[in-house]
């Protein structure tokens, strides 16, 4: 078994805790590429999410081998047989030690932003991490969420290796684990796209599941499952374009990304994004622009005629779907994929009803612009001026109806607390405006 990437690892690990659903239980993530996998459990469990800061110690000489960690709450253990085969001195573990606190110090601030860590006494506690290789991050943080009251922990991992996973026994009440190879070298070789998971990314992921526990309970009222939630294949052309089509009952709208990196499906902020549109009634379509082998190349990330063409190409697959005919569409973009929604909008045949652009680079859309007539909003952050200047220059050469909202305080990709949120308000509304006043638009039985 080799997992696609972390939110296939995630949604199968789910899988296997389902029977916890609606139970009173925490997912925490182990920072960093634990959470896209924890972020996939906590969504099928229903349940809060959070982070459990954890920090490996490397031996000084070779980093990647750990002779332990610390963690939240002063948790240190010692992997003693690996100190004393480096023959490292009280001085070393102290120095190492000292430096892993401060950047578990500056993480904890960083992905809390000033709230508080969950409460764990007497309750479940999902502890999830992307694999476990020897074993010291997870021991750490049980014994974190032993301290902290959890009346029962649960390790989850998609991999992990045999003797450290034998070792953990001890230190947690159940293990799930999908795949134990009996030769392992590292968490990595057990996925196909095995990235870095940035810090951006877990802010977006903690925030995203901030906004659904916050809507949770209006969801329940609403207990319509979508007409569409799956995993898809397009064709364009002689690419297959994978990715994740979601309409609800009675849509009043479709809303297709278009992400500048070539992939939407992966991108936490446009899936933060997608599902505050989906409560809104929307149906949503995240899929990659470009392959995995051409996303290897930059330069196809600026090939905007490449990337508008396969966004037209998806969005004539998707009008030919019987539960998406006659439904208004919309483009939204993110950097690049921004010129790419407005160069795709510019052919008349699609009848695009609006676009909207998070921190995009509409001025590359070039000439195209003047032939857009669906109502476009830009969203810039305050705190973006060069982008601001190059929305302003693009929405100079449009004709059509065209509006700049300036998220104040957010940066580029927009991780500063609320901001985020602040998107996604602004494009449910322009698209809900534009799409109700579309003459694309009919009324489902």
Known sequence: MVFRDRVDAGSRLATRLI????????????????????????????????????????????????????????????????VRRTGLSEDDIDAVQRHERAELARRVDMYRQGRNGPTL????????????????????????????????????????AREALASLRPEADDIVC?????????????????????????????????????????????S?????????????????LSGHLTVPEAARGVVIFAHGSGSSRHSPRNRFVATALQRAGLGTLLFDLLTSAEELERANVFAIGLLANRLAGVTRWLAGMHYADDLPMGYFGASTGAAAALRAAADPELKIAAVVSRGGRPDLADLFLTAVRAPTLL??????????????????????????????????????????EAVAELARDWFRTHFRGSTTARTRP
């Open 121 to 160: 006494r007497g309750r479940t506690v999902v502890l999830v991490d992307d694999g476990i290789a020897t074993g010291a991050t997870a021991r750490a943080a049980c014994r974190v969420a032993r301290a902290r009251g959890a009346a029962r922990i649960v390790l989850a991992t998609p991999v992990a």
């Open 224 to 240: 319509d499952p979508p007409l569409v939630d799956d995993d898809v294949t397009i064709t364009v052309g002689e690419a297959e």
């Open 19 to 82: 029977a916890l659903r609606d139970t009173d239980v925490v997912v925490l993530g182990l920072p960093r590429g634990g959470v896209p996998v924890a972020f996939e459990v906590g969504r099928a469990l229903r349940a809060p999410l959070d982070v459990l800061v954890i920090r490996k110690l490397g031996v000084p000489y070779q980093p990647e081998l750990a002779f332990g960690a610390v963690g939240e709450d002063h948790t240190l253990v010692l992997n003693t047989l690996v």
């Open 379 to 420: 969203i810039v952050g305050g705190n973006d001026p060069a982008v601001i200047e190059l929305n302003r220059f693009a929405q100079r050469a449009m004709a059509c109806e065209s509006r700049i909202e300036i998220v104040p305080g957010a940066t580029h990709l927009f991780p500063e607390p609320g901001t985020l």
């Open 178 to 222: 999908l795949k134990t190879p009996l030769l392992f070298d590292a968490v990595g070789q057990w996925y196909r796209h095995f990235g870095q998971t940035s810090d951006d990314e877990v802010v977006d992921l903690l925030a995203r599941a901030a906004l659904a526990a916050r809507e949770r309970p209006r969801v329940a009222e609403s």
